[in-house]
């Protein structure tokens, strides 16, 4: 079972940039799919970005498309989202989690989960 740990979250102006990580323990990140998602209060969870095993491949919600990049470091056991151009729609709590089958990689059947960080964009 891995365990996940997302820090980096923050307040941020409009226009401005953070970058999350999603931190693995107790297994090597490098056997899953990992992707990030948020919930904004008062609406559902949603997909943000995935990324394969070896990074090779990576998917994007169209609202953050050119925007954000997934990326990871299997040595680290880390992977990243990098947020730029941020908008106050891009408020929410961001979630890592980690499946084992790359089969629809925005969806959100993720086996294992983070307990989120807060982002916050202020306009």
């Known amino acids: 079972q891995v365990q996940l740990v997302e820090s980096g979250g923050g307040l941020v102006q409009a226009g401005g940039s953070l970058s999350l990580s999603c931190t693995a323990s107790?297994?090597?990140?490098?056997?899953?799919?990992v992707g990030w998602f948020r919930q904004a209060p008062g609406k559902e969870r949603e997909s943000v970005a995935a990324?394969?095993?070896?990074?090779?491949?990576?998917y994007y919600t169209d609202s953050v498309k050119g925007r954000f990049t997934i990326s990871r470091n299997n040595v680290q056991n880390t992977v990243y989202l990098q947020m730029n151009s941020l908008k106050p729609e891009d408020t929410a709590v961001y979630y890592c989690?980690?499946?084992?089958?790359?089969?629809?990689?925005?969806?959100?059947?993720?086996?294992?989960w983070g307990q989120g960080t807060q982002v916050t964009v202020s306009s």
């Open positions: 990324i394969t095993w070896r990074g090779t491949g990576t």
């Open positions: 107790g297994r090597t990140l490098s056997s899953y799919v």
């Open positions: 989690a980690a499946k084992l089958q790359l089969a629809e990689p925005l969806s959100s059947d993720y086996n294992y």
